[in-house]
């Protein structure tokens, strides 16, 4: 257990930076398939036929629904990893919630105060 705690402790800069870079595709990444499609629809509007309208409409439906996925994929996964924890008491010990606060959250205190707490149970 001591190791995953070292480990999480020792790569705290890692795992902060993949958690901005998680944060920056979970907005950009679905306002860049909304704004394509709308694109796609406005083409196909003012080239008014009406099989690449209904072409169109569709795509950026596909491409909506992708949007909401990608956005909440990251919540979805932090949900089911902290259900994960909460039954196993050794993740708590053993530093998982360090790694957890800064990947999930890489901007403000919980990174921080998760490393003050595990530093504090060495």
Known sequence: ???????????????????????????VIP??????????????VIGSDEKDIQKATK?????A????IIFFIPTI?????????DFND?????GYDTCS?????PYGDSCKKAVAAANNKK
């Open 1 to 27: 257990m001591i190791g995953l705690l070292n480990f999480c402790n020792d790569s705290v800069k890692v795992w902060e930076l993949v958690g901005k870079i998680l944060l920056v595709f979970k907005i």
């Open 31 to 44: 306002l860049l398939l909304i704004i394509f499609g709308m694109i796609d629809l406005g083409q196909a």
């Open 59 to 63: 795509k950026l439906l596909r491409r």
């Open 65 to 68: 629904i992708a949007a909401v």
């Open 77 to 85: 996964v932090g949900a089911i990893m902290g259900l994960i924890s």
């Open 90 to 94: 050794d993740s708590k010990e053993a």
């Open 101 to 105: 606060a800064c990947l999930t959250k």
